[in-house]
């Protein structure tokens, strides 16, 4: 049982044609929270439109505005409005219970989700630089008439780099044209073929001959399975012993009169 199944793990047919049935490996890596504002900063290209509307929006997580979260109060929408001025010192203090309680629900928000996405995911895989892995065909686009019938992994390929805990780098030809870092949910291990060990010699023992087929009056028989004839409903063999079960005692052998014809 044990040959079988590492012959079927190094088949590359099987890695290359079957469908994952288990849950994605990786757990959730979620991005750490920042300490304070513009630690971190991003690019994005939001309409004109937007340009001032956006930074007033609250945020679902915190239910303050990015304005506020990083001046400590809400500036008016237009500048015609009339506002008070915020003392120093006052601002300061305001600016440090609000990064404080924002940073608290954030990483807590943060907790929630991970907790969540945990569930519907399967630890990591033990993985090598070095090592062979099959690649899923899932957000690759393959030339091929059928997706369907397409192969769900291919390759396989050497993982050049771990990136993160569950992001790593592989080798990749050069004709491929895409980005060669994959999740770890997307790859899976490669098992080299099992080497069948080669069968045992023959042995010089002669083969057994067949039996020879004849009725025990000495007239030839018609082959049967195990050698013999048929003989009033019972397998007899060629010295006339019986291979199979004899008739029950009390019934006939044939029921002669069944089949004929009435006269």
């Known amino acids: ?18 469908t994952p049935r288990q849950l994605p490996a990786g757990k959730l890596l979620p991005l750490p929270v920042a300490q304070r504002p513009w630690s971190n900063l991003g690019i994005d ?7 001032r509307i956006r930074p007033k929006l609250s945020a679902p997580t915190c239910h303050w505005t ?15 409005e009339p506002s008070n001025v915020v003392g120093v010192e006052d601002w300061y203090r305001e600016s440090v219970r609000v990064w404080s309680t924002a940073h608290c629900q954030l990483q807590r928000a943060v ?27 899932r957000d690759i686009r393959l030339r ?13 390929f050497e993982i050049l780099q771990q990136v993160n805990p569950v992001t790593f780098k592989l080798r990749l030809p050069t004709h491929y044209r895409i980005h060669p ?18 069968s045992p010699p023959e042995c010089d023992a002669q083969p057994v001959p ?11 028989g ?4 195990l050698g013999g004839v048929r003989s009033g409903g019972a397998l007899v063999g060629p010295e006339g012993r019986h291979l199979g079960p004899r008739p029950a005692p009390g019934l006939p052998r044939r029921a002669s009169g069944l089949n004929r014809s009435p006269s």
């Open 181 to 198: 870092t994959f999740h770890v949910s997307l790859l899976k291990p490669y098992h080299a073929p099992y080497r069948v060990s080669p």
């Open 111 to 137: 907790r929630r989700y991970q907790h969540h996405a945990d569930v519907w995911r399967g630890p990591t895989p033990s993985y090598e630089v070095g090592q062979k892995v099959w690649l899923s065909t």
């Open 222 to 225: 018609v082959p049967g399975g």
């Open 144 to 156: 091929l008439p059928s997706k369907k019938l397409s192969p769900q992994y291919i390759a396989p």
């Open 210 to 220: 067949p039996l020879p087929l004849q009725m025990p009056d000495g007239s030839p």
């Open 1 to 18: 049982m044990t040959r079988d199944v590492w012959y079927v793990a190094g088949c590359a047919e099987c890695a290359m044609a079957k």
């Open 45 to 51: 290209y939001p309409l004109p439109a937007m340009g």
């Open 66 to 80: 990015p304005f506020q979260c990083t001046l400590g109060y809400q500036p008016p929408l237009f500048p015609s």
